[in-house]
């Protein structure tokens, strides 16, 4: 099994993350043909193989968060574009026993989506969850997208090309994050960290 391969099987299976990765199959499969992709096409553009393509369109893997990047900055989407069912109108209450979680391969990284998906939009709001001592580095999204991040618990090294700033609780910082980036763990217990994502413009 490559690493492609076991990073989308990172996660166990319940019927979350099943539900979850049946919404990501049907969305991606609709977006890809949207814009006459083949998988193929996909697969050479995303930098990941065919296989890995079809069997998260078929709902047989859970891509964890970096290859979803991958795929999305490949069909030129926001993140949520893959996740959103389309239901929409009037109050949405998000259950935290419902939310949707995306975890790193080896799971020391994860962010809940605390937003609805469903419509388009430019902007996403994350609550992510670092293990101690840890580091999650990200590719640059789509040109002129931001990220705005406030630190809730722990001591955070935020990294955006040459630039880099350490956060403590209560701290924010707001950066362009069409540059590779990354963010590190630098306390001994859990961090806690609310990001919201800024899209240049709204696509779906």
Same mark, same amino acid.
């Given at each position: 099994?490559?690493?492609?391969?076991?990073?989308?099987?990172?996660?166990?299976?319940?019927?979350?993350?099943?539900?979850?990765?049946?919404?990501?199959?049907?969305?991606?499969?609709?977006?890809?043909?949207?814009?006459?992709?083949?998988?193929?096409?996909? !697969?050479?553009?995303?930098? #990941?193989?065919?296989?890995?393509?079809?069997?998260?369109?078929?709902?047989?893997?859970?891509?964890?968060?970096?290859?979803?990047?991958?795929?999305?900055? !490949?069909?030129? #989407?926001?993140?949520? *574009?893959?996740?959103?069912?389309?239901?929409?109108?009037?109050?949405?209450?998000? +259950?935290?026993? +419902? *939310? +949707?979680? /995306?975890?790193?391969?080896?799971?020391?990284?994860?962010?809940?989506?605390?937003?609805?998906?469903?419509?388009?939009?430019?902007?996403?709001?994350?609550?992510?969850?670092?293990?101690?001592?840890?580091?999650?580095?990200?590719?640059?999204?789509?040109?002129?997208?931001?990220?705005?991040?406030?630190?809730?618990?722990? +001591?955070?090294?935020?990294? !955006?090309?040459?630039?880099? !700033?350490?956060?403590?609780?209560?701290?924010?910082?707001?950066? /362009?994050?069409?540059?590779?980036?990354?963010?590190?763990?630098?306390?001994?217990?859990?961090? #806690?960290?609310?990001?919201?994502?800024?899209?240049?413009?709204?696509?779906?």
């Amino acid at each position: 099994m490559s690493v492609e391969e076991e990073a989308a099987h990172s996660i166990g299976p319940d019927a979350r993350v099943d539900e979850l990765g049946a919404v990501i199959g049907i969305n991606l499969r609709r977006l890809r043909t949207k814009r006459g992709l083949s998988l193929e096409a996909l !697969a050479k553009q995303a930098g #990941v193989s065919r296989a890995m393509i079809g069997q998260i369109e078929g709902g047989r893997s859970m891509p964890t968060i970096g290859l979803l990047w991958k795929i999305t900055r !490949a069909l030129g #989407v926001p993140f949520a *574009a893959l996740m959103g069912s389309g239901a929409g109108g009037g109050m949405t209450v998000l +259950k935290a026993d +419902k *939310a +949707k979680v /995306l975890s790193s391969r080896n799971g020391s990284f994860s962010s809940r989506a605390l937003f609805p998906f469903d419509s388009e939009r430019r902007v996403e709001f994350y609550e992510l969850t670092m293990k101690p001592n840890s580091l999650e580095e990200a590719e640059g999204h789509a040109p002129g997208t931001t990220e705005n991040l406030t630190v809730s618990k722990g +001591k955070i090294e935020i990294t !955006a090309g040459a630039e880099h !700033a350490v956060l403590e609780p209560g701290d924010s910082v707001h950066f /362009l994050a069409d540059v590779p980036h990354s963010y590190k763990n630098l306390s001994g217990g859990e961090a #806690v960290l609310f990001l919201v994502m800024t899209y240049a413009q709204a696509v779906g």
